[in-house]
């Protein structure tokens, strides 16, 4: 397959090479058509397919795409409903194209259409089997982040490094959301990527272990024309687990890692609030410690609502309904998270804080995996 760049037609011995854009979208409806324009242009160089996956977005960006496919065939919409998530979205895409090569881009006008074929050509020169737009490359150029988030994006892309397959040190930017790849050799490791990890091309690099042939483009990064970043507290949140993930071997599932550091903080609200009533109240230790437990579990229910189980919010009445659930699901191991740490503390050591761990520990397993399919409907 020969890639065209001069813009006349290949040979007869040598088709044009098919190549598939994924634009993952969600309320773009002001940045994907001007973005296609450009895109569509590239149809002078390969044969193009370009797939628009759209997590059924308010502003009208499905609605957009669909007419504008009716009059130009290299178009096509993948509009999910009830499914979300920008790697999940990626995945989607990637293996419902039908190119040899693959593009992953933004929708939003941060990446340049020209580094398509760019990234393109390094891909066959070079034959590798993934091509990086990078915005941390020496030749790179930013202009769309602004300092913080460079500074946090560098900060990432460090602790990305650490967790990563050595064969991997020389890459620049683990977090980027332009890259390109060869999909027969790709399609295994793609089945194999966490669609609720931080990045897709972390998650992708992670499970290859190492086994691609790599390299790095610059890119010149661009402004946002319309709307906001989507990055917010929940998307740091993702890039901590993955990070734990990786270090862990994989051997943890992604949400037990996030579920127990939510823990972490249940145990902190806990304890703090049983020296509060103990200390500053009064109230003996097996009389507080029933509030605190209580306590400690609403706690726990509402990070893990915003932040574990993100993707299956709760909302609105649901969302006390959830409450009740939960706090159904953690009875029985909250009395016997009171019974341990009672029983510890007349008869092992009379040291509250061991006697709160002693119970914490043994309720985590039941919570974690009761809470996940009664509470929020995942496996």
Known sequence: MALETDGKAASASAPALRVSIVLPTYNERYNIEPLLAKLLLLKQHVDLEILVVDDDSADGTAELVRQLAHHEPSLRLIRRVGRAGLAS???????????DVAVVMDSDGQHEPASVLRAIETLQQQELDLVIGSRFHAQAEILGLSGRREQGSSWANRCARFSLSRAYDSLTD??????????????PLLRAVDVNGFKFLYELLAVSKGRLRVAEIPLSFQPRIHGRSKLDLAIVWDFLISILHSLSFRILPRRAISFGLVGSTGVLVQVLLCQLLTGLGGINFERALPFAVVAAATSNYLINNVLTFRFARLRGFALLRGLLKFLLVSSLPALANVGLAIAFYENVARDSLWAQLAGIIVVFVWNYAASSRFVWNTP
Do not use: N
């Not at 979205?89 to 190119?99: N, S, W």
């Open 89 to 99: 979205a990626i995945k989607e895409g990637l293996l419902d194209a039908t190119g």
């Open 174 to 187: 683990y977090m980027s959301g332009f890259f390109a790849l060869r999909l027969d050799e790709a399609i």
